[in-house]
DNA sequence: ATATTTCGTTTACGGATGTAAACTGTATTT
DNA sequence: AAATACAGTTTACATCCGTAAACGAAATAT
């Protein structure tokens, strides 16, 4: 009955500048923030508390200000996000719901090859056709 | 300011019975989720009262048991809800998240076709390197 | 040492979501 | 027609989320 605990949108764009720079300071997330999404200090305040309630961030006490780091690492985050959102899809569209992403995604030629490796090892089992599911048991 | 209006994890499945069947009667969601989920008819009940409020269904009404349809089609709704998701993700990240995604569904034989040439035609103009944004504005 | 600034914590509040019981109006059975 | 079954609507409630002000503790400046 349990769910993973998930990040919001909100809380996503805090992480995001935490990863990047591997850590950061409260006042390095507002400043980054203030700016790119127009929210207020407090705002992101709150957030940095319900990350660290999530045990997405910890901070290190040892000194102030504190230094946030990341308990999760970008990949996984992303990993477990995006997996989370494809459960939600009916089989059959998985496929064309990833066409859609790669037409509407900048991606880096290595990125490109990378996934075309990826095709051609699925081509060698993948089947005909995919069943739908929508009608029966999802965890099946 | 105004948000889109988006499908809960919960309204999801509702909406893929219905998009299954074409239209359905709210016995035959029920019947559907009640055995899938293990929800209550109450609860699914809920879902149907809401998805109408947030107009992605509309009950015909002329007979009864009402017939519920869909006012969205899977594909925009799958587009929506992918492409928001994305959103979240620093651009760097957008290929291997595809990777991931590719790696863990199961796709038929043309899905991977269709994909492969998406690719192709990404590969002539695709940069070398995305570059991150994350500690830029976001909509630029 | 005191005043001020900075930064972390508490509290707030309306709307969304998961979950479901209770209620009510319509249809079917007796 | 009355009783029962079915389906649609209302109400409920805890938690999450976006959004933020207020408060309190620590550090810095005067």
């Not at 769910?3 to 500048?17: G, L, N, Y």
């Not at 064309?96 to 880096?108: M, V, Y």
Request: hydrophobic fraction near 40%.
């Amino acid at each position: 009955m349990k769910e993973i605990e998930t990040m919001s949108k909100a809380e996503w764009q805090v992480m995001r500048i935490i990863w990047t720079l591997g850590q950061a300071t409260s006042k390095q997330v507002i400043e980054v923030l203030e700016r790119k999404m127009d929210w207020k200090a407090a705002t992101i305040k709150t957030l940095i508390i319900r990350l660290q309630k999530k045990d997405f961030l910890k901070a290190d006490e040892t000194s102030r200000p504190f230094i946030y780091k990341p308990l999760i690492s970008e990949d996984s985050a992303i990993s477990q996000s995006v997996n989370n959102l494809f459960d939600n899809l009916c089989c059959m569209k998985k496929g064309s719901a990833i066409k859609e992403l790669i037409e509407n995604s900048e991606i880096s030629q290595s990125d490109i090859s990378g996934i075309m490796q990826v095709l051609q090892e699925k081509q060698k089992t993948a089947p005909e056709e995919v069943e739908c599911n929508c009608l029966e048991g999802d965890l099946v």
